[in-house]
């Protein structure tokens, strides 16, 4: 084998659903520079898409990306990246999910699957070590996910094959479809399930009976041995694996960082909090945990509904997001309806977040007489009512009703009706937002300058929520105020690293949770440095990993200079975020002042190496990035752009 | 279980580091094991959360390579069954599906006893 063939799986596969076309690649090709995960995934998209291809073409390109270290035994290495065009914003699409589909597609032999076209009919691609078909999946057109993962592991005759699919939600092309591994994990955020929709591709289902080799095997399991002991140990692990992600809401909380009733405040009141706290979902409704694969921390909890209306309810995953939408946004305090509407959401393949900004826009509009119960079809749209809200996550799915204009996101909605309404529409580049933001600054810039389209993925910090002493953001960031919430100074700089530590835990496939994106004390990217070395034998330092991760970072900016040209005017927050403050909670009062986010802006442009003005990458970064396919792209991007701006 | 007020990394790095609660009964000196003198037990399939890390530890020990087809442990964990863990199995003979069970013959320690997160296995010593 070649450098990087160790660790690696060997293997992109590509399919045309349009020709039936099958064919290879080695990783090695596109490995040296950008990992794996998400880093090949959207240097695929950014070399081969046209930026005229719009998402739900055939010619667009979806990426399956199983991380780099993924199928091995570093802590937490499980993860499965997407990446395609954007639903919403139509610049980046990318999510990502654990689970057990990442480890089993390395066995089976390939690192990504690349899939292009559309089929004629429904089918679902079945993979099988060196045997790959694309398959009717007529029978499963309409199902929810239970029922696909059921009849592909039926029709197989595999119960151990592991699946990716979409639910109807996918099908009908709705823009908050997302895509479900495993069953529960969901790959959220940017329309990905309905881009698999509209290619007519129902799931992906695979079982591997390769292997994957190291170089230095021994020295490669010593140290998984020795971090997995570490993280163990750990406070955030021990919390995770009694409350899941639920444990960090109380945190947010404390800072007037979580969103009620579509932002009239960011602060959950406490007869509301108190009823969808961590410890209610923990005492009153689980049944037992469940871990992804080589995960010390088992965050998956699997909670049945244990009284009420939804009684007997299974919910297999809900993260902490489910307290701060359903809880938060839509205002319900309910326990148990929460736990319906997330798995009612599971099994029909829609993204939470962007499920309930839609229909927390529809609840404000209502409330300000902008839409009427005859507009609703005959529904109150009430705060709270969790029954409005069940039903109209299956109209939004079935794009029934006012479902229908829901399913397109708050902003498109609002651009329907109009009648004043987009004011209550709070998005970030078009996409859904569901981040409260006017306390913590540094997670605000990170949300906000998301390429994805906002979300708390990409460079937003947990920092501020967790109160990080000053001995640790110095020692982890360099500057002492990464754990103070309403400072601005010092947080350009938090979240510059903060983007490179989640470039590289999404290509080498290892979970925010078992990193240092959400424990201090997490796997370091020192140890995914060691870990690499010793996995392909390619001599990798702490720094140069965390360059190809800002070179990844780049090249994700660069998909969207080229297709979807946002500038400096999109990294912005919402207007009314810059005028009206916080009215209660600890940070009340807060907001985001204009003249300090364009001191961050321009700090953190800066830092990145980009030009002030459009907020683009700039010759000198990508040459030093070693990217010079992007320079050219970038002289016609910046062209197109004089040309928009000439009177 | 609340990381509220957690000091600051020095300290927590010498709490880790120091917490020999880790290893209970992971650092028992079972150099160069055979199947004669003991067998590995399913204690407590219960808690099982299905990492798979046993699977995967056991399969590095049979071929130094990562992979589940190569394993002696098969877990079964279902979503349709919460709160009851996983199906495990170890092959314990030459004619079943997979590698043979064999302690973790060479190794310092039983690797899926040394990976599981959740103390599922336990060894069970026989009296030469």
């Excluded at chain 1, 995960?37 to 950014?46: A, P």
Aim: contains cysteine; glycine residues 10%.
């Amino acid at each position: 084998m070649t450098d990087f063939g160790y660790g690696y799986a060997g293997k992109i596969l590509r399919v045309d659903l349009s020709t039936g076309k099958i064919s290879t690649q080695p990783t090695e090709d596109l490995a040296p520079r950008f990992l794996g995960g998400r880093g090949i995934n959207q240097w695929i998209l950014l070399q081969e898409l046209a930026p005229w291809v719009t998402p739900f073409e055939p010619a667009n390109i979806v990426c399956y990306g199983a991380g780099a270290l993924a199928g091995t035994l570093v802590p937490g290495a499980c993860r499965i990246n997407v990446d395609s065009k954007n639903a919403f914003t139509g610049g980046i699409g990318s999510g990502s999910a654990g689970g057990w589909f990442a480890s089993e597609l390395k066995f089976a032999g390939y690192d990504h699957v690349v899939v292009r076209g559309k089929a004629r009919e429904p089918v679902y691609l079945w993979i099988e070590d060196d045997r790959v078909a694309i398959k009717p999946a007529n029978s499963l057109w309409g199902k929810t996910v239970r029922e696909t993962e059921k009849g592909i592991r039926d029709e197989a005759g595999h119960g151990d094959a592991q699946v990716l699919c979409i639910g109807p939600a996918g099908e009908n092309l709705v823009r908050s479809a997302c895509i479900i591994v495993s069953g529960c994990r969901a790959v959220g955020r940017c329309g990905l399930g309905a881009v698999m929709g509209s290619k007519n591709l129902k799931a992906i289902a695979v079982r591997g009976t390769g292997r994957i080799a190291m170089t230095k095997p021994d020295q490669f399991l010593s140290l998984a041995r020795k971090t997995a002991r570490r993280l163990r140990g750990l406070h955030e692990h021990q919390a995770r694996k009694e409350f899941g992600s639920f444990f960090v809401s109380p945190k947010w909380n404390d800072i007037s960082s979580l969103p009620y009733k579509n932002y009239h405040d960011d602060f959950i009141p406490d007869e509301v909090f108190s009823r969808v706290s961590h410890e209610v979902f923990h005492r009153a409704h689980e049944l037992g945990p469940h871990a992804c694969t080589a995960c010390p921390t088992h965050c998956g909890h699997t909670y049945q509904v244990a009284e009420g209306p939804y009684a007997g309810t299974l919910c297999h995953k809900a993260e902490a997001n489910a307290v701060w939408n359903f809880g938060g946004r839509l205002a319900m305090a309910d326990a148990g309806a929460v736990l319906k509407a997330q798995e009612d959401c599971c099994q029909l393949g829609l993204d939470i977040d962007n499920t309930t900004g839609s229909i927390a826009w529809a609840m404000d509009c209502f409330e300000q007489g902008i839409l009427s119960e005859e507009d609703a079809g005959g529904l109150r749209l009430a705060w709270g009512d969790h029954r409005v809200v069940i039903d109209l996550i299956r109209q939004i799915a079935n794009r029934e009703g006012l479902g229908n204009l829901l399913a397109e996101g708050s902003l498109r909605a609002s651009q329907v009706v109009g009648k004043g309404s987009e004011r209550y529409a709070f998005h970030m580049k078009g996409q859904d937002l569901i981040e409260a933001i006017r306390a913590a600054k540094g997670w605000a810039l990170g949300v906000v300058v998301s390429a994805r389209g906002g979300a708390h993925t990409r460079g937003a910090a947990v920092t501020e929520a967790r109160k990080y002493s000053e001995e640790d953001s110095q020692r982890l960031f360099g500057v002492t105020t990464a754990g103070k919430a309403s400072v601005y100074e010092g947080k350009p700089l938090v979240v510059a690293r903060v983007e490179s530590i989640c470039a590289l835990l999404d290509s080498v496939g290892v979970c925010f949770f078992t990193g240092t994106w959400g424990a201090p004390l997490g796997v370091s990217p020192e140890e995914l440095a060691k870990f690499c070395s010793l996995a392909t034998g390619v001599e990798l330092t702490e720094e140069t990993l965390m360059k190809t991760a800002e070179r990844i970072h780049n090249v994700e900016k660069m998909f969207n200079v080229v297709h979807a040209r946002f500038t400096r005017e999109d990294d912005y927050p919402p207007a009314r975020f810059m005028v009206e403050p916080i009215q209660s909670g600890s940070l009340k009062g807060e907001y985001l002042q204009k003249e300090a986010w364009d001191g961050m802006l321009d700090a953190y442009y800066a830092l990145h190496g980009w030009d002030r003005e459009t907020g683009w990458p700039t010759r000198e970064k990508l040459e030093e990035l070693d990217l010079p396919e992007c320079v050219g792209k970038l002289g016609q991007a910046e062209e197109a752009l004089r040309s928009r701006k000439r009177p | 279980m609340d990381p509220e007020g957690a000091p600051p990394i020095e300290k927590r790095l010498k709490e880790t580091s120091d917490n020999q609660s880790l290893d209970e009964g992971r650092n028992e000196p079972m150099v160069k094991h055979s199947r004669q003198r003991g067998i590995i037990t399913v204690r407590h399939p219960e808690l099982c959360t299905g990492c798979l890390s046993c699977m995967l530890a056991c399969s590095f020990h049979h071929c130094r390579m990562f992979s589940r087809s190569q394993s002696s442990i098969r877990i079964g964990k279902s979503l349709s069954e919460p709160g009851k863990g996983s199906r495990i199995v170890i092959s314990l003979e030459h004619d079943q599906w997979a590698p043979v069970c064999d302690l973790c013959a060479n190794e310092d320690h039983p690797l899926c006893i040394g990976f599981c997160p959740q103390n599922v296995f336990g060894l069970e010593r026989r009296s030469s």
